[in-house]
């Protein structure tokens, strides 16, 4: 079982920036280096969507169209950590932030694809 805890989250200004960052501890059988990444976010009265995810060792990336060239994912396989740079902040970014763990070979965008979640991080944009 891997436990993800999100942090970072807060209130910001249109045009600012956060940066939000995933621990993950206990994952049984494999390293944290052996799992891919994923940021995924959740706006009140919506669906849960994919913003990013980042493949084991940090080489591939893949973004949401609508965060594209605007955040950044990384990890820091050493400190079981995954990171999301987030700038130029909008006010329709405003959503509970989630970080999530796949088991998978590939990176993948889809939530139902992720086996473990962490409880969330609020990040709220003003205009």
């Known amino acids: 079982q891997v436990q993800l805890v999100e942090s970072g989250g807060g209130l910001v200004q249109a045009g600012g920036s956060l940066r939000l960052s995933c621990a993950a501890s206990?994952?049984?059988?494999?390293?944290?280096?052996?799992?891919?990444m994923g940021w995924f976010r959740q706006a009140p009265g919506k669906e849960r969507e994919f913003v990013a995810t980042i493949g084991w060792v940090g080489a591939n990336t893949y973004y949401a169209d609508s965060v594209k060239g605007r955040f950044t994912i990384s990890r820091d396989n050493a400190k079981n950590t995954v990171y999301l740079q987030m700038n130029s902040l909008k006010v329709e970014d405003t959503a509970v932030y989630f970080c999530?763990?796949?088991?998978?070979?590939?990176?993948?965008?889809?939530?139902?694809?992720?086996?473990?979640w962490g409880q969330g991080t609020q990040v709220s944009v003003s205009s």
């Open positions: 206990g994952p049984s059988g494999r390293t944290f280096s052996g799992y891919v």
């Open positions: 999530a763990a796949d088991r998978a070979l590939v990176a993948r965008t889809s939530p139902g694809d992720y086996d473990y």
